[in-house]
C-alpha cells in the first residue's frame, strides 16, 4: 500500500483495494510517559485523531451528519513494536480494512519519519448508528464510495 489523499483505491480482479491515507504529526511533551516514551495510551488517541482526518478529507464527515448518524468505535487493538519519544515526527498511514453491514474496520501502521522503523500497528471497528436512537444503522453505499474515490 502507497501513500494518498485518501481518494486512491486500485482495482484488482473486480474488488477495490484500498491505499492508505496518511496523516502525521510530532510527538508532544505531554504524550511521554514515566518511562520517557510514549504512553501506550496515545496511540488509541492518534488512532481516532487520524480516522477523522480521514473521513474529513473523503467527505465522509459531513455525508455521516447529513444522514443523522454518528460514528463510534466498538473495539480496538494495538501491536507495539518500538518505543517513541518527545520530538519525533510520526506518519500513521490508515486505511478502511472493510465495511459490514453496521460496522467498519479500519486499520493503522504508525512508522517514524526519521527512519521509517514502525512503531505499532492497530485497527479499530467503527459502528454508524443512528443520531437519535443510537441504534447500529445500516452503512449506505454513498457512504462505503466515498473511500473509494468514486
Known amino acids: 500500500m502507497g ?49 477523522i482526518a480521514h473521513s474529513d478529507a473523503v467527505g ?13 468505535v466498538r473495539s480496538h487493538k494495538i501491536e507495539y513494536k518500538r518505543p517513541a519519544y518527545v520530538g519525533e515526527r510520526v506518519e500513521v498511514l490508515t486505511w478502511v480494512e472493510d465495511c459490514r453491514l453496521v460496522s ?11 527512519d521509517g522503523v514502525l512503531l505499532a500497528r492497530g485497527e479499530t471497528d467503527w459502528v454508524l448508528l443512528d443520531g437519535v436512537t443510537f441504534r447500529p444503522k445500516a452503512i449506505p453505499e454513498s457512504i462505503q464510495e466515498l473511500y473509494k474515490g468514486a
Open 3 to 51: 501513500g494518498g489523499d485518501g481518494r486512491n483505491w486500485i482495482l484488482v480482479k473486480d474488488v477495490f483495494i484500498p491505499l492508505t491515507f496518511t496523516y502525521e504529526f510530532e510527538i508532544p511533551a505531554s504524550a511521554i510517559d514515566v518511562q520517557g516514551h510514549v504512553n501506550n495510551i496515545e496511540y488509541v488517541r492518534w488512532m481516532q485523531e487520524a480516522a
Open 104 to 114: 467498519s474496520r479500519r486499520k493503522y501502521e504508525f512508522k517514524r519519519m526519521g
Open 60 to 72: 465522509c464527515t459531513t455525508a455521516t451528519r447529513e444522514l443523522g448518524a454518528l460514528w463510534v
